[in-house]
Structure formats: C-alpha cells, structure tokens
C-alpha cells in the first residue's frame, strides 16, 4: 500500500495519533496534509507523553521522513517551540521538511480570529482562536505569504510590513487593538531565517519518494464532520480532513490513494457548538469524559461525549471512501454495565434513509440506538481477538457490521502496544 490515509471518521480526537504512530513503522514519509496548530495529537511511548499541534506524529521514528505540506497553515512561533521540546527529549527534527506553498500565520490572522469570534455574540462557532481560519481565507483572497517566500528575506520583510499595515488599518477601524508591525517584522524575519533550512518543494519530494517505492502516510487533523465542506456547517474548520483534501492538500493525485483509514473512537464527542445526536448531558457523559480524559490537547477544554454513532460513520465512509476502520478507546467502555450504539436516526417519527445534509435537522433528530450488555472486565491486556471478553467482541462486531467496511485495528490501551488487530 504505497499511500495511505488517515483521517478522523467523527469530528475529531479519534486517537488518530496513535494509529498513525502505528502505521508510521511501515512508512517512509508521514505527512501532515491540512489544517494548523489548532489539533493535538497525543501519542505516549512508554512513560513519555507527545502532545504534537503541527509536526506529524512520525516524527518519533528515526526513518521517518515528516513533511509539513502545501494544505497546512504554519504557526513559526508554535512550530519551533514543538520543534525546540521535541529535540530537548532526544528527537530530531533536522530531517523535517516544509512545503514552500504551505501559508504561515501571523498575529493579525489570531487578532480577527478574535474579533470575528466575539461578534457572532451566543452564536459563537468554537474557534481556538489560534488564527487558521483567517489564515485560510487570506489564502484564498490571493493575499497570503507563503513559507517559500522566507527564502528571500529582504522581500519576506517588506511583504510582512506591507500586508501588516494593511491589516492593521482594518483591525483598528473594526474596533481592535493596534499591532506593532515593526516588531513583527523583526520577529518574524528571525523565524523566517530558522525555517528556511526546512523549506522545500514537498510536491516533488513526495512524488519522487513513491517513483523510488517509498511508502507514505498522509495524516490530517480534525476530522470529516469538520470538514469545511461536508461537516456540520458553520460549525467546522476551514479545510479539508476528508480524504479529498489530502489530494489538494499534498499534490498527490486521487489514483495515488491505496489505502484509507477511518479513525473513530468507541464512543463520540465533539468540542465546541454544533449538532450532535448522541450526545449524554448526563452522568453517563460525565463517566465517558473522565475515564476517557476527554479535555483537548491544545485547548484543555471539555469534550461533549456521546455514544458511538454508525449513521455518521456510514457517511464518513461514502465521504471519503474508507477502505478500512480503526476503532480506538475500546477500554474506556470497560465498567459501563450497558453500551449503546446508534444505528439509525428518526425525524419526525419516520426513519431517515441517509445522514441529513443540513446541520439544522441534524440537530433535531432522534437517534435510534441498540443496546448490548456491558463486559465489566478490562481490556487492555487483549492482544488477540480471543482475548476480547465476548461481550466486547459483539460491540465491536455490531459495528463493523452497521459501517460495512472491516474494522482492522482495536485500540485497547493508551500505550503505544495497546491494541489489538480485529480482522
């Protein structure tokens, strides 16, 4: 399989990382394909613990080689400080290559980040107020700067200082603090100069890594229901996860594409507003975000949790032609006496053949569940299938069998070893 894709079959937090840090040891290249610093990935080796925002998870392998690609949006501020921590605790990054297509952030895209978010008032969307999404639409306005353009400093400083102004201009008539350009054109002509070394043209690099038989995994963040054009709109991010986006968001061509992994955790939350139709607003949601340590890697806030979904996995499978499932965080579930799964969703009173295609319905339906025994017992020392208590083996059977795609990998454990393969 020389490429393959992972993406997040809900609307995030899957535990993507951990599969990728998995598959990561059949690949050459790891490449993030979209999205910003506003995802953590969490994967633990051991006792050691690697919150990544924007490196790609194969970074902890030596033959790795981690491409940041033309789809992400790049904080050089949080990049080098990932990079800086990373390094301090025996990894290096060196190797570590850049897209000079791949847009950067600056503090004029976090400062409309926050006066947009502010405006929508009790209508707020989620943001992490970390930029991407005015970075994303300076980008398609045409007036964005690329990483390649570090390459030639002195034009890298007059575009900050020119576009800077400009921004500013707008930012103080809409009501916001003013910014010192000058300053950020100092800081970020210095980090311009450190990210040259990494710059590259990653289209090239990955297209001459498959003509030499080299295997690639293409990683996104968030997920398909945050999809900017398949997800809950407006509550999604502003790019692509699907797996259409790691096409556009990497220059590999859709004929490229091996394999492709959903990744969905045994059970469901999303951060921040949107429709969700097995949400628990009670104990039982309670219990789900404390065992499961349901609190964002970047943003600590309270995931929403809710039981494992087939209606939205079914569709993420049509969205973005999953050959394949890994279902993670099955061990969270061990002390529930009973667990649910949706398998369908009801609107008013009749059932619905397909996942609605406006948020507004979505966020009224009423979900159809099957209800199975709990197991009562942990899982994480399972390694085989055998090994599952049965009760946990008809959860997972159930759905595999409502997705219709084989669920390959089970995760049982937050070590790096935990899990087991499922078929």
């Not at 059977?397 to 669920?407: C, F, Q, R, S, T």
Request: net charge negative; with cysteine.
């Amino acid at each position: 399989m020389p490429v393959t894709v992972v993406v997040g079959a809900q609307w995030g937090d899957e535990g993507k990382a951990k599969v990728i840090d998995l598959l990561s040891k059949e690949h050459g290249y790891v490449v993030r394909y979209q999205g910003g610093h506003n995802a953590g990935h969490t994967v633990v080796v051991g006792d050691e613990r690697y919150a990544l925002q924007l490196i790609p998870s194969g970074i902890l392998y030596d033959h790795v080689v981690p491409v940041i690609a033309n789809g992400v949006v790049v904080d050089m501020i949080t990049l080098f400080n990932e990079i800086d921590t990373i390094e301090r605790r025996g990894h290096s990054c060196e190797r570590l290559i850049v897209s000079s297509h791949a847009h950067l952030i600056f503090p004029w895209h976090m400062a409309w980040d926050a006066l947009n978010e502010a405006a929508r008032g009790d209508a707020k969307i989620g943001t992490t107020l970390k930029g991407i999404g005015p970075a994303y639409a300076d980008r398609a306005r045409r007036v964005g700067i690329r990483a390649g353009e570090v390459l030639a400093p002195a034009a890298f400083a007059t575009a900050i200082r020119e576009r800077g102004d400009a921004e500013n201009d707008a930012l103080i008539a809409a009501g916001g603090a003013p910014l010192d350009i000058e300053a950020i054109v100092t800081q970020y002509s210095t980090l311009g100069a450190r990210l040259a070394p990494h710059i590259g043209d990653t289209v090239s690099v990955l297209h001459d890594a498959l003509a030499a038989g080299q295997h690639l995994l293409l990683e996104g963040a968030q997920a398909t229901f945050l999809d900017l054009d398949h997800g809950t709109y407006p509550f999604v991010t502003s790019s692509n996860p699907t797996a259409g986006g790691a096409c556009t968001g990497t220059g590999l061509g859709p004929r490229d594409l091996n394999r492709i992994v959903g990744i969905t955790k045994a059970y469901t939350t999303r951060v921040g507003a949107g429709p969700f139709p097995t949400e628990l607003l009670d104990a039982t949601g309670d219990r789900l975000v404390e065992i499961g340590r349901e609190f964002g890697t970047v943003t600590g806030r309270r995931r929403r949790p809710g039981w494992v979904d087939c209606v939205m996995l079914r569709q993420a499978v049509r969205l973005n032609s999953l050959t394949e499932i890994a279902l993670t965080k099955l061990d969270v579930l061990d002390t529930f006496d009973t667990v649910k799964v949706c398998t369908g969703y009801k609107a008013n009173g009749a059932m619905l053949a397909n996942y609605p295609d406006r948020a507004e319905v979505l966020a009224e339906v009423e979900p159809v569940y099957t209800e199975l025994p709990g197991w009562n017992r942990p899982v994480t020392g399972a390694r085989e299938p055998g090994e599952l208590p049965a009760e946990a083996s008809a959860f997972v059977a159930l759905i595999e069998a409502e997705v219709g795609v084989p669920i390959r990998v089970v995760g049982v454990g937050a070590e790096r070893d935990g899990y087991l393969l499922w078929s």
